[in-house]
């Protein structure tokens, strides 16, 4: 995506998995295709529902924008 509402960090992308963490990225640019394809793999293999540090590539490391907790953490409102 160009900015995910996040314009002033130039390209953004989003690492998403249903039973973990989401992560949103910034400055990156088409050079870092290969590293955040690395990033997801890292995550997809990853026992955890927590996206591993080491291993990351920099460029993922430097560009972290936010984590969101997995869907599941949110309740319904009590009516």
Not at 10 to 31: C, K, N, P, Q, T
Not at 56 to 79: D, T, V, Y
């Amino acid at each position: 995506m160009e900015c995910l509402a996040n314009c002033n960090r130039r390209v953004s992308a989003a690492i998403l998995r249903e039973d973990g963490w989401s992560y949103v990225f910034g400055d990156l640019a088409v050079e870092n295709a290969r590293d955040l394809l690395a990033g997801a793999n890292l995550y997809a293999e990853s026992p955890g529902n927590d996206l591993p540090w080491i291993g990351l590539p920099e460029c993922l490391k430097r560009g972290l924008i936010s984590r969101l907790p997995p869907s599941a953490s949110f309740s319904e409102p009590a009516p």
